[in-house]
């Protein structure tokens, strides 16, 4: 009796890797039937090349489970959590084009406009952008209106100048300068990559009408595991191979652009890593057992391989 | 007294030109307020560049008659009459690109592109369309919260590749083939131009809580100007000069595309554009002098030189 007691009240250890892949395949379903084929088909048929890529599909998985932790429905979150990856895709695709980083694969994929032509691959990420406003808006059921519109808030603000859109500018003024400061950098990262996280848990945390509180803790886990894993990008763009990363590997260093690594060293940038991401998880202490979740995220965020 | 009584009662003919310059006046004072510049300052200067560029703010102007039409206000109607302003100027921006239309001046100014670069140029046409939608979501006052949502829906919709997207993708595939069906014409038109056209008045109206039927009637009116507005910028394209257009003129025709003019004649096309205008301002005919602005609107399309 006492062992079997014991065997009930030991938290079983969360499987992580289980997690994702569960809620991936709901996020890939959810996507796949987010777009259909109308006319003029070619439009369609490139946004659904890029937006159905494959990838971790993070921002949408941190946008349910921050959704579910604070007392909403994976339901309530699941057109958020497409926009999500609707918006990040489209930053992907416009970042790709040759005016800008001039990548030709993502994702293991020639990337859109190697498929699709300049023209088409900039219409895309617009489809998609315009889309994912168009989604939230249209497909969120049992939120409050007031929230939809701060979700809507919230997305504008990521996507813009004052987000991702700036940090791409930012980035691309900061090119063959890889003597910029660690502020430039984290400028850089905070916009680019930190602020679609960070919107991705807040909002998750809006649609389920969470407290002021509870939406600062989040922001706060997000911003931290936002620049660990911009951290562990750049670390990967060194020590990964292509393969690895689907992408080109060593881009960073050929382009001359400043990364942690290239500030700190190796070696310190894995600390720092390990050190946002304790601090993420101390931001989830009162939440106990539930945030199972984004912990096992916070930890896989440094300890991931591609 | 019989005169003075007359004076009182004869309707005063409405000074269209006068009433386009007063609001025209009051969108821009909104738009120079709606951004302003922050870090990094190049890619809001190259927002306020293209948006501060003049024109002629009829799709701004439009959402503000169509709201006070229905019993709205102007400030109600004002962030809204911006992002549809920040739509329009990002998808000038875009289509001007060297790989869609490759156009070197806008309103009598070179290119987004040409000033900033193809990458800014990009981003610069993100960053606004992203601000359209934070501006409606954060700036919209005294309107309920579920036509904000509408709105939200209303905007996306007309973006994306169901509206300019879309019209833009098949107009890029239709250059070069001057013999397409008047239904393809009609399709690149009802969403490059109509779409956008559009969604200016039926925001207008959705802000001011109007009814489905009135929603209707204005959307026709829309519809029908939309189209008429096209013919005569095809007409335009080939009778007026560079000047006048502050762009450059018979591109149309340089770039073998199929205009109204080339598949119905420059006299039938007039007569059309009539007709669609005559047809737009009978579906105003509930509203009796309220409706004046829009009636005026509708003339001038069909008058304009430019």
Redesign the interface.
């Known amino acids: 009796m006492v062992q079997a007691d014991k065997k009930l009240t030991e938290p079983k250890k969360f499987d992580l890797n289980n997690y994702l892949k569960q809620k991936k395949v709901l996020v890939e379903q959810a996507l796949d039937s987010s777009i259909a084929i109308?006319?003029?088909e070619?439009?369609?048929e490139a946004?659904r090349y890029s937006l159905l890529a494959g990838g971790k599909r993070l921002r949408p998985i941190l946008c349910l489970a921050t959704c579910e932790l604070t007392g909403g429905t994976i339901e309530m979150a699941m057109p958020t959590a497409c926009a999500l990856e609707m918006i990040h895709t489209?930053s992907l695709i416009?970042d790709d084009?040759p005016?800008?980083d001039n990548d030709d694969f993502r994702r293991g994929k020639p990337t859109n406009h190697k498929v699709y032509?300049?023209?088409?691959a900039?219409?895309a990420?617009?489809?998609l952008?315009?889309?994912?406003?168009?989604?939230?808006?249209?497909q969120t059921q049992n939120v409050?209106?007031?929230n939809?519109?701060?979700v809507?808030?919230c997305?504008?603000?990521?996507?813009?100048?004052?987000?991702?859109?700036?940090g791409?500018?930012?980035d691309?003024?900061s090119e063959g300068k890889p003597d910029i400061t660690a502020e430039t950098l984290s400028?850089i990262h905070t916009h680019k990559t930190g602020a679609l996280l960070n919107a991705s848990v807040v909002s998750g945390a809006i649609l389920a009408d969470a407290q002021k509180a509870d939406i600062n803790r989040l922001s706060n886990y997000a911003q931290n595991i936002g620049l660990a894993f911009q951290i562990i990008d750049d670390i990967l763009d060194i020590t990964a191979t292509d393969e690895q990363l689907g992408k080109t590997a060593g881009k960073d260093l050929e382009a001359q652009k400043a990364t942690y690594p290239s500030l700190w060293g190796l070696e310190k940038s894995r600390f720092k890593a390990q050190e946002l991401v304790d601090s993420a998880i101390a931001e989830l202490s009162t939440y106990g057992a539930k945030a199972e979740p984004l912990r096992a995220v916070a930890k896989y965020i440094v300890t991931r391989d591609r």
Chains 1, 2 share one sequence.
């Open positions: 109308a006319r003029p070619k439009i369609y946004m489209m416009h084009l005016s800008m032509g300049d023209d088409i900039i219409l990420g617009d489809g952008l315009a889309y994912a406003f168009e989604y939230v808006a249209t409050k209106a007031e939809i519109i701060k809507v808030a997305l504008g603000h990521t996507v813009g100048a004052a987000g991702l859109v700036g791409q500018v930012l691309l003024e400028f």
